[in-house]
């Protein structure tokens, strides 16, 4: 498969335009001469939205307004995409089909991918597509991009991937070890009420517990004040960060002037260039102390918990537990006399602990006794062997399941891409089909040219057949068949002020 060309109407009030543009069957290079920030991130999500995915459309177009059409070549026939909005028509040999984005977006990518297993499609974007904003980053079990419509982003998860390969239930596995995680927890649970039901009231606390309780109060203080200035880093980087979402409206409602060497200048959307990487950090940060917020809060909550433990029974206000204070109390007896153990509990648990264990491994192996966990390294081998990885990519260690990968910077991109390539043709030969492979900006996560010319050459040696699509203003030793030269951004309709 491979995309012929794409037609882009959009009007709104800021931005009107028709642009069209083709592509080579082989390799196209999308540029904009050493001038970031001038269309070529947006032709790129114009392409995969045009194609049904829900994506985001760059900050300065709102898919209300966007109109594209798309042909792909699919074996031999012409597939014709037709986006308005939110609804897709889908004209091929079968006819024409109409589709509700994003509800009905598997059922396109079902029409649109025939050869490919449903059960695969919520992943197939993240091994032909490579985002600038964090593309190169994604590996098992990390997001691919951001969904447009909710928080269910498109991921890769390999272990869902050899599970289909192989036939097995991956659903009914994760099912199943949510189930074990569920009971673990009611049985710790359990087991806290016999330790507090079983052991011996006090009338007062001893010294020891004392003890315990100040410790457990200046953890709590601790705990406390570091919440307050994160609720307080929050604050001033959320409010950093919607100025800055801000500052394209104020600057249209300001229209102001600048004056630069005794001419004129109006300041406004267009010619307001955005700094994405500030963007992305603040985005980041506040994300970062979010999560830190809610560990400290749960942290909190604990430490009180452990500390009403062995508060004296007079100073316990279970009437917040229980309607009647006495039902607490009966509770209470009830679980002493009942037989259970503190140790059959524990036992119990063990057992569970044992079986999801069991369970994981089981699953395991499974996977790992399939074709498709060699066959995807092996291919992945011979990716790394072509851009200079051999000494950390080898035959003798499978790191296919990883989670993470231990490389950074540059050395990280290059391995991500490596990985995902080599599941990328697995996929292809298992179902003999080709995908068109896009690459939105690579300097974006350090891959500097002679990075870049060592995976481009990858690609030419291990998926001849791909069509090659690269959004950069790198050189590489790449010898691209088209070059597509957007300067004036993605409906060239920006003004030009060099």
């Known amino acids: 498969m491979y995309l012929n060309k794409i037609s882009i109407d959009y009007s709104d009030a800021a931005d009107s335009g028709k642009q069209e543009y083709e592509f080579s069957k082989k390799g196209t290079l999308i540029t904009s001469r050493g001038r970031n920030t001038k269309g070529k991130t947006s032709l790129i999500r114009f392409i995969l939205w045009g194609m049904g995915f829900d994506v985001a459309l760059t900050s300065h177009f709102h898919y209300q307004n966007a109109n594209t059409e798309i042909f792909l070549e699919r074996e031999d026939e012409t597939l014709k995409l037709t986006r308005k909005a939110n609804i897709l028509e889908l004209e091929s040999a079968n006819g024409v089909e109409r589709f509700k984005l994003s509800d009905n977006e598997n059922e396109l990518l079902r029409s649109v991918f025939k050869k490919v297993s449903g059960k695969l499609l919520d992943q197939i974007l993240g091994f032909f597509y490579f985002d600038q904003d964090g593309g190169y980053k994604a590996w098992n079990r990390n997001y691919v991009t951001q969904r447009l419509s909710n928080d269910r982003s498109y991921k890769i998860s390999i272990e869902s991937l050899l599970a289909e390969f192989e036939g097995a239930d991956y659903q009914y596995y994760l099912d199943q070890q949510a189930a074990y995680n569920k009971a673990k927890s009611k049985t710790k649970g359990l087991q806290s009420f016999l330790e507090s039901a079983l052991v011996e009231r006090q009338t007062s606390v001893s010294q020891n517990v004392e003890e315990r309780i100040t410790i457990l109060n200046d953890e709590i203080a601790k705990r ?24 394209r409206d104020l600057v249209k409602k300001l229209s102001l002037d600048i004056l630069i060497n005794g001419k004129v200048y109006n300041v406004n959307e267009s010619n307001l260039v955005e700094n994405k990487n500030l963007k992305i950090r603040l985005t980041e940060t506040v994300k970062y102390y979010d999560s830190r917020k809610k560990q400290l809060s749960k942290e909190i ?62 699953f395991m192996n499974m996977v790992k006794k399939g074709r498709a966990y060699d066959e995807i390294w092996n291919n992945i081998v011979d990716f790394a062997s072509i851009t200079g990885l051999s ?28 990985y995902r390539l080599g599941v990328l043709k697995f996929i292809q030969d298992k179902y003999d089909f080709t995908l068109p492979l896009i690459l939105d900006s690579p300097a974006s996560s350090e891959m500097d040219e002679n990075n870049l010319s060592l995976v481009l050459s990858a690609v030419k040696t291990m998926l001849p057949d791909n069509q090659l699509i690269v959004a950069t203003n790198q050189n ?23």
């Open 301 to 362: 909550d604990d430490l009180q918990s452990d500390r009403l433990e062995l508060m004296p029974q007079n100073e316990v206000e279970h009437d917040s537990f229980f309607n009647v204070p006495n039902d607490y109390f009966d509770l209470i007896n009830a679980v002493s006399h009942s037989g259970i153990t503190i140790s059959s509990v524990e036992t119990a648990y063990d057992e569970i602990n044992q079986k999801q264990k069991s369970s994981k491994d089981e």
């Open 391 to 418: 000494d950390q990519i080898n035959i003798h260690k499978n790191r296919l399941l990883d989670d993470r990968l231990g490389e950074s910077g540059a050395q990280r991109a290059l391995t991500v891409m490596v």
């Open 224 to 247: 406390q004040l570091e919440l307050e200035n994160i609720q307080s880093r929050i604050q001033t980087y959320s409010r950093n960060l919607k100025d800055f979402n801000n500052l």
């Open 476 to 498: 590489s030793d790449f010898a691209f068949d088209k070059e597509i030269s957007i300067e004036r951004g993605v409906l060239q309709t920006l003004v030009d002020e060099g």
